[in-house]
Each structure stands twice: as C-alpha cells, then as structure tokens.
C-alpha cells in the first residue's frame, strides 16, 4: 500500500465551479502536510500548507482529518491557470512523502 | 536570484553510461535533495544532505551516488545507466531544520536511458 493515495484524476471541472479532492496517508504519526501544484513538464511548486484547523488562502480551503487520515484541497470558482496536477505531501519524522497527484483540468 | 538550476535540461544515454547531473541553488539553503518522478508514481527521494559535508540514502539509492561539493552544489551520478533510470529527475532545497518546510526544486532534467 501506498504511504500517500491520491485519486489521479483527471476532475474536469467548468470555469467557476468548484472542484474537491482527498488525499489518504498511511502514517497516523505524520506532523505536518502540505499541498504542491505541478504544471504540466514543470517542477512541482508550494501551493499551501495543511493546518490542523483547516486553513484557507484565497479560493483555495484546506482542510486535515486526523481521526480519518486524510486531507483535501477545495478550489472555488475555478480558473483556466488552475489546470494543473495537485500533489499531496506528507512529513514523517522528516521525511516528506509525496502523493502522485490529482489531476485538474478546468474547461471554458 | 535564480533559485534551483539543474543541468542538463535532457539527456539520452545508452545502458551503461555515466553521467553526472548538476544542481545549483542561490538561497543559501542548508539542505538539498534528489528526487525522480516517474508516471503514476510520486516523486520519490534518492538521495539528500541535510547540511554542507552530509549526504544520507533515501528510498530508491541503488544504482545512484552524490557529493555535496558545497553549500550551493549538490551532485547527482549515474555510474551505469539502465532502461529503468529512464525518468524525470529534481533537485531541490530547503532551508533545512527539524521539520521540513517549503522546499524548491529545479526545472527538473529529462534522462532517457536506451
């Protein structure tokens, strides 16, 4: 089994709609979480950080449930730049483990 | 400010070829790393070096060496290369500690291993 499960996709998804996907992890004693973006052919870049409160940066939520080892990424009103993969990223003990990715794909 | 610089961009070896992979970062970031992303399958960790004059083993090492040359230089070789090396390779940084945070990573090099 994998440590970092992601559904890949591809969630096509209408230009201002909203999009949610979940990420699972393994390790119930991982600290931290994180999401990365990842442009087609392009290294993978720091979306947001995953808080134990839920945390939200623009039209982008975050959201962490421990009990149920997961995490998830909302995207409201979705724009064409937000075409991309999404990577779920977990830290273990200093070891980050990275998911393979949900793919995104916003149509006009 | 460039970041994260790897070369060479792309690469087409023949089985067992060497060859070194160059990264560069300007952050001034304690730690680097190598990873390679291969389709349906998460970036996986090579090798990394928490500091200048350190470098430890991750989760797919065989077949792959390194140097910290220092803090700015950290190298990646492929003393003999196989078909299943074919891969995306990144080289990031970070600015190092107990937990990881953001880490850059470079363009990424294309290698192809015939």
Redesign the interface.
Known sequence: R?E?EQD?GPFNVPEGATVAFNCTYSNSAS??F?WYRQDC??????LM?VYSSGNEDGRFTAQLNRASQYISLLIRDSKLSDSATY?CVV?SW????????TQVVVTP | NAGVTQTPKFQVLKTGQSMTLQCAQDMNHNSMYWYRQDPGMGLRLIYYSASEGTTDKGEVPNGYNVSRLNKREFSLRLESAAPSQTSVYFCASAEGGAVPYEQYFGPGTRLTVT
């Open positions: 994998k970092v890949p600290q931290s994180f052919r392009k290294e993978p870049k720091l950080s990577l830290n200093g070891k980050l483990q990275f998911g393979a990715g």
